[in-house]
């Protein structure tokens, strides 16, 4: 059985509002500057990192705090379970607060590391250095989609173009049946019955992912809500965190919500087939997941776009998600811990990645991130 993972006592319970990410990230097949961080580390920064994991593996010891997403939040927690299982002297604690709340946390230097859905902005990174005297990293993690799950017992399948995910969500399209969607679905009953949208309520970036979609594919939603971690929705009831939303989706029928695809699994729920940039109706999986990431090149500070993806088997809305660490910590002894849990999790960690619904990155995009993990150090 895997460790318990504790809660770090420097976190606090409730946290202030906080914005959207960068809305200037490169999109899914938008060419950008191809990175090429370099390391003093050694012949590369890969083989630097793996080779200093497995040889102080005995030596590991110590504390580290972290709080953010709770996107990732179920593949951490077996992350950190496995990692302490292997080095009993290691504690690391990690709360799924919402992405503001771990760009806060980390920002105010209260945890070791941050956890987001969304690339921190510009503005956020400058008040980070500011105040930690280091440079803010992203280090991407996993890549993982959106799933749109809806609750309509009978009804096996229903496809949505992004014109009718944007009119539900706006309010506009309030009952099941209504002819946009009939329209969608020949073939399938679809019941007369009233559509109740949930979203979260808490700063997300689960939301920010979805809401940088529907700003992509429908002027209306651009003009009238936007994109963020937290917007002023049009229509619906809010829960909290993934699991939130899923539960209220799963207790109310005719209910439809948006949530990362290993809870959409999880709870059991159906979730729609999105028509994509191609034109393709497609189901949310580590393939179709995978397939958003295709063509894309990547910029050197990792902060990026997989959304609306042009590829013909890509769905949607797809994301990745970051561990926010600084490249100079204030104790040698995490910043070598952090490094050794982030290797891992990189490398051997990929197996336990895919077996809850995480698409694992790109041995590129892989090889870009341990370049990263390689340049945390101390002061």
């Known amino acids: 059985m895997l460790a318990v993972v504790g ?12 914005c959207g990410g960068n809305s200037e990230l490169p999109s899914a097949g938008q060419a950008t500057t191809q ?7 050694g012949p590369t920064a890969t083989q630097s990192n793996t080779s200093s994991t497995s040889g102080s593996a005995a030596k590991l010891e110590g504390t580290l705090n972290g709080a953010g997403a709770t996107f990732p939040q179920p593949l951490y927690v077996e992350w950190i379970g496995e990692f302490q299982a292997m080095h009993p002297g290691v504690t690391i604690n990690y709360q799924g607060i919402g992405s503001g709340g771990g760009i806060e946390q980390f920002t105010k230097m209260t945890v070791d590391f941050g956890a987001s859905d969304a690339p921190m902005k510009d503005e956020e990174i400058a008040r980070a250095e500011e105040a930690s005297g280091a440079k803010v990293m992203h280090i991407p993690t996993v890549m993982g989609a959106v799933a749109v799950i809806y609750n309509l017992p009978g009804v096996q399948e229903v496809k949505l173009d992004p014109a009718a995910l944007a009119g539900i969500f706006m309010g506009e ?7 946009i969607l009939a329209s969608l679905n020949p073939g399938v009953s679809l019941p007369d019955r009233a559509i109740q949208v949930v979203h979260r309520s808490d700063s997300s970036g689960t939301t920010n992912i979805f809401t940088g979609y529907l700003t992509q594919v429908s002027p209306e ?3 009238k809500v936007g994109k963020g971690k937290e917007v002023q929705w049009p229509a619906g009831i809010g829960g909290k965190g993934n699991d939130g939303v899923a539960a209220i989706v799963q207790q109310q029928v005719g209910a439809i919500g948006y949530v990362e695809l290993s809870y959409a699994l999880e709870s059991g729920l159906s979730a729609a087939v999105l028509k994509n940039k191609a034109g393709k109706f497609v189901a949310p999986s580590l393939e179709s997941t995978s397939a958003a990431a295709v063509g894309v090149t990547f910029p050197e ?6 959304s609306n993806s042009e590829g013909p088997d890509a769905y949607p809305i797809v994301g990745a998600t970051w561990i926010l660490a ?9 910043a070598e811990l952090l490094k050794a849990w982030l290797t891992w999790c990189l490398t051997e960690g990929t197996s336990l990645a895919k077996e809850l619904h995480y698409a694992p990155l790109s041995d590129e995009l892989r090889e870009l991130a341990l370049n990263k993990v ?6």
């Open 173 to 179: 399209i309030t009952s099941w049946n209504d002819p």
């Open 374 to 379: 390689a340049l945390i150090g101390s002061f």
């Open 7 to 18: 809660l770090a006592a420097a976190v606090v319970a409730v946290w202030s509002a906080s």
């Open 301 to 306: 500070d990792l902060r990026f776009s997989l």
């Open 326 to 334: 600084y490249d100079k910590m204030n104790d040698a002894n995490k």
């Open 221 to 223: 939603w651009a003009e």
């Open 35 to 41: 990175t090429s961080t370099t390391s003093s580390t």
